[in-house]
């Protein structure tokens, strides 16, 4: 018996990003053809089971690559519209100090110009970006570092002239505040413990001075260390184009938060590769509050204990698998450290249930928590794991101030005090440090034209030790024409034989 055939029409459409609803219909279209042709073949018990329904999407957004030519086709516009105001330019200026003359030395150009060519004006450039509408902005330590004036432009092309509440120069970040009659844009700081590699961002600033630009990319790598670019070892890194003139932009996430603030870039011609680095935005939380608190600096909560990094061999000797963690090498007297019961030789493998790879690491983990608060400590000790709590606590003081060293000395014009853990803490030097320190040296002053310089730690002073700021200024006081004086500077030990 003929079988009159049928006429089937199929119609195949691509379509891009189709919701649930229209991909079952497409879906059901094809099973009802392919169970035709199976009828016509006479097997249609072998015909092909209808495709399950694609799960329900769940309710949070899942993180993907974009689908299709109208998602990729989509704007970060409507983001940057809603951003980029708070993103702001920062001109600061200072005036160099005079340098000595080609003509010094010389009895008859001395007269016309001088032993020193006159002070001229030095500029620098950064962004900065607005985190509180009553005028707070953060930026980098280095945009303002030594200004005598600083002026923020915002993007509709208002100036204002600003103060420096807060500076860090080992976390290279800077508060500045702005007076305006009305609230400010602001962008709101987010969480940059959330990130992810391959997390899409922007980066907002005026590089090379010609005005606020966007550039896109993505999270390159986290907890990036080493860097060089300052005392903080713990940042973000991105290839969205950072260039000079970004330092203090914003890196902003896909909902508009504040992931980090762009400080450096690693390059070998001046210009983008494509390799930048910003400050996690959890630490500029940090920096913000002890800003609104009122403090001048940002206090570190004190756990009272050194590290070192762990090496391979280290961690052979220690029987660790691999090398990683926080090395305890020294523990201060009566600390939190000591308190809690951490040893000289444990290793701190994580801090509040988050991984700890490096002294870094953990140094970012303290400097995120608040004075007061408790931190769970893991630590391998003797092969095993270690649980304890420590209550993080303010650093000690020295009850000695700050003392200027006068009458007739080298030492004359210099501002000296006692090395403390708050102070060590507050210069960035190792807590255990301890003698005088040089906070400030007066220009022109004897000190200064000594060489001593802000900084240095005096160790002797005509072979009497110097550990007090008392017995620096006695021994200053005895006079004498013939000085021999030992300082610390930068970790070397220098040593000055002088007739004053």
């Known amino acids: 018996m003929a079988i009159k055939p049928r006429s089937v029409l199929v119609v195949s459409t691509l379509v891009v990003g189709l919701g649930v609803s229209s991909l079952a219909i497409a879906q059901e279209e094809q099973t009802g053809f392919r169970s035709l042709l199976g009828d016509l073949i006479g097997g249609g018990e072998q015909a092909e089971k209808p495709a399950p329904a694609p799960e329900t999407a769940p ?16 704007s970060y516009a409507p983001l940057v519209q809603r951003t980029a105001p708070a993103v702001v330019n920062v001109y600061a200026s200072r005036q160099a100090r005079g340098v000595p003359s080609p003509f010094a030395g010389d009895p008859f150009f001395e007269q016309f110009f001088g032993r020193q060519l006159p002070p001229r004006a030095q500029s620098a450039l950064g962004s900065g970006v607005i985190v509180d509408a009553g005028g707070l902005i953060v930026t980098n330590n280095h945009v303002i570092k030594d200004a005598d004036e600083i002026k923020v432009a915002l993007a509709d092309g208002r100036e204002f002239e600003s103060k420096i509440l807060l500076k860090d120069e080992s976390l290279d970040l800077a508060v500045l505040k702005i007076e305006g009659s009305e609230a400010f844009p602001t962008i709101a700081v987010g969480n940059s413990e959330a990130l992810e590699v391959g997390d899409l ?70 210009g983008s590769i494509g390799i930048g680095f910003a400050i996690p935005s959890n630490i500029v939380k940090a920096v913000v509050a002890s800003a609104k608190a009122g403090n001048d600096y940002f206090e570190r909560p004190f756990i009272g204990a050194t590290f070192d990094p762990v090496t391979a061999a280290v961690a052979e000797a220690l029987g660790m698998p691999r090398p990683v963690g926080a090395l305890v090498s020294n523990v201060y ?69 700050e003392v200027d060293i006068k009458g007739d000395s080298p030492l004359s014009g210099a501002k000296i005090a ?83």
Do not use: C
């Not at 309710?59 to 989509?74: A, K, M, N, T």
């Not at 999270?219 to 973000?236: C, E, M, P, Q």
């Not at 991984?355 to 092969?383: E, F, K, W």
């Open 59 to 74: 309710s949070e957004p899942q993180r993907r690559v974009p689908f299709g030519r109208d998602e990729i086709q989509l």
């Open 201 to 270: 961002v922007l980066a907002i600033g005026n590089p090379f001075g010609v005005g606020q630009t966007t550039t896109s990319g993505i999270v390159s790598a986290l907890a990036r260390t080493h860097i060089g670019v300052s005392d903080f070892g713990f940042f973000v890194q991105t290839d969205a184009a950072i260039n000079p003139g970004n330092s203090g932009g914003a890196l902003i996430d896909m909902g508009g938060n504040l992931i980090g603030i762009n400080t450096a870039i690693y390059s070998r011609s001046g």
């Open 333 to 401: 007297d009566d600390g939190p450290a000591a308190k809690a019961g951490l040893r000289p030789g444990d290793v701190v493998v994580a801090m509040n249930g988050a991984s700890i790879d490096s002294p870094d690491g953990l140094g970012y983990r303290l400097a995120t928590l608040d004075i007061g608060a408790q931190a769970t400590v893991n630590v391998l000790r003797s092969g095993k794991e270690v649980t304890v709590s420590v209550t993080l606590e303010r650093a000690p003081e020295s009850d000695a101030g």
């Open 418 to 500: 006692e090395l403390s853990p708050r102070l060590a803490q507050r210069l960035n030097l190792p807590i255990t440090s301890t003698g005088v320190i040089i906070l400030d040296v007066a220009q022109r002053s004897p000190a200064a034209q000594v060489g001593f310089r802000r900084n240095d730690i005096v160790r002797e002073l005509n072979g009497e030790p110097v550990t007090k700021a008392s017995d620096l200024v006695a021994l200053t006081e005895e006079g004498g024409s013939r000085w021999r004086i030992t300082i610390e500077r930068d970790g070397r030990l220098i040593q000055q034989t002088l007739r004053y």
